[in-house]
């Protein structure tokens, strides 16, 4: 008997094309932001938004082209710069809630998306409530 093949969670929801939707849709949202958008010191959101794409890409099962052009992720130390607190994680997440909905994956798929992201908002705060 054949071994079931294994699926990532990339190919599951659709690959590379999935996550270009997921983070251009994200990102559209992030431009209008008052409290993101100054966080984001480029001023074309491009760089950020392929950054993004890549690693979750990599995150998910798919080609390791971020860590072949930008090494180790070390989220947390790339964040350390800017301030992040519970309002902008709140915000952070509250457009990626909106770009998650939009792509209509099955609930499973979703919530696994949506529970990654609220745990690394969570560990990005890097400033005290005030």
């Known amino acids: 008997m054949a071994e079931a093949e294994q699926v990532t969670f990339y190919e599951a929801v659709g690959g590379e094309e999935t996550f270009r939707r997921l983070v251009r849709r994200f990102y559209q949202g992030v431009a209008d932001d008052p409290l993101l958008r100054p966080l984001y010191p480029e001023e074309d959101l491009g760089p950020a938004e392929d950054r993004l794409r890549l690693f979750l890409i990599q995150y998910w099962g798919g080609p390791n082209t971020y860590s072949r052009e930008r090494g180790h992720p070390r989220l947390r130390m790339r964040h350390v710069p800017f301030v992040i607190g519970e309002a902008e994680r709140d915000a952070w997440l509250r457009h ?15 919530g696994m998306l949506w529970d990654y992201f609220t745990m690394a908002a969570r560990s990005m705060v890097n400033a005290p409530s005030e």
């Open 96 to 110: 990626m809630r909106d770009a998650v909905d939009e792509l209509g994956l099955p609930d499973q798929l979703s």
